[in-house]
């Protein structure tokens, strides 16, 4: 069975740079399409971005974010550790949330990372706050 | 990118069933069959109701339905129960290869 589990700092002042730790266990996180989802106290869910890694090392992998963020996400993948991250820079307060990181059901074709969401962390309270 | 319309709140008696609808464009939900349905009790992670429009994971009710019709996505939920009070939300993929999701509907069972 999987389990995923979010971690992260609670607390992050403004202007900073907010990272969040997703590890993964029951199985391996290649070849899979893993989302990061947040959540802002009492509002809705909004998709920050995704990324893919098939387990082949002289291949990158593929990520997809969220266009509303300006490039200020970046996800990445530790294999070794069975880990996903997630750093967003120049946080405000508009980015206090809770953060999920989520499994997608389908790996391929088209849509593949953004079908629906079948496995999910509980979730990580980010404060921005000074 | 702008959100799926949901409506903020419906309700409905146990037995009874309710539709809740997702509008968006053609750029999503009306140019592709991969819409999902969530549902959110208070304090807990989104759980997977309906993917790809009508399919239903493994493990949910076969009470909950999905269904499509031009820019508008719908979900059914039949044979009311008190357990079905949540937030639910849509989403969708994009033409852009990106996720956006609906603001959420607050189902109420009377």
């Known amino acids: 069975q999987v389990q995923v589990q979010e971690s992260g700092p609670g607390l992050v002042k403004p202007s900073e740079t907010l990272s969040l730790t997703c590890t993964v266990s029951?199985?391996?996180?290649?070849?899979?399409?893993w989302s990061w989802i947040r959540q802002p106290p009492g509002k809705g869910l909004e998709w920050v971005g995704y990324?893919?890694?098939?387990?082949?090392?002289?291949?990158?992998?593929?990520?997809s974010y969220n266009p509303s963020l300006k490039s200020r996400a970046a996800i990445s993948i530790d294999t070794s550790k069975n880990q996903i991250s997630l750093k967003l820079t120049s946080v405000t307060a508009a980015d206090t949330a809770m953060y999920y990181c989520?499994?997608?059901?389908?790996?391929?074709?088209?849509?593949?990372?953004?079908?629906?969401?079948?496995?999910w962390g509980q979730g990580t309270m980010v404060t921005v706050s000074s | 990118q702008s959100a799926l319309t949901q409506p903020a709140s419906v309700s409905g008696s146990p037995g009874q069933s309710i539709t809740i609808s997702c509008t968006g464009t053609?750029?999503?939900?009306?140019?592709?069959?991969?819409v999902s349905w969530y549902q959110q009790h208070p304090g807990k992670a989104p759980e997977l109701m309906i993917y790809?429009?009508?399919n239903r994971p493994s493990g949910v009710s076969y009470r909950f339905s999905g269904s499509k019709s031009g820019n508008t996505a719908s979900l059914t939920i039949s044979g009311l129960q008190a357990e079905d009070e949540a937030d639910y939300y849509c989403?969708?993929?994009?033409?852009?290869?990106?996720?956006?999701f609906g603001g959420g509907t607050k189902l109420t069972v009377l």
């Open positions: 990324m893919y890694f098939s387990g082949n090392p002289h291949y990158t992998g593929s990520t």
């Open positions: 989520a499994r997608d059901v389908r790996v391929f074709g088209a849509a593949a990372g953004l079908d629906g969401f079948d496995v």
């Open positions: 790809e429009v009508s």
């Open positions: 053609s750029s999503d939900v009306g140019g592709y069959n991969y």
């Open positions: 029951g199985r391996s996180i290649t070849d899979k399409y």
């Open positions: 989403s969708s993929y994009t033409s852009s290869n990106t996720l956006v």
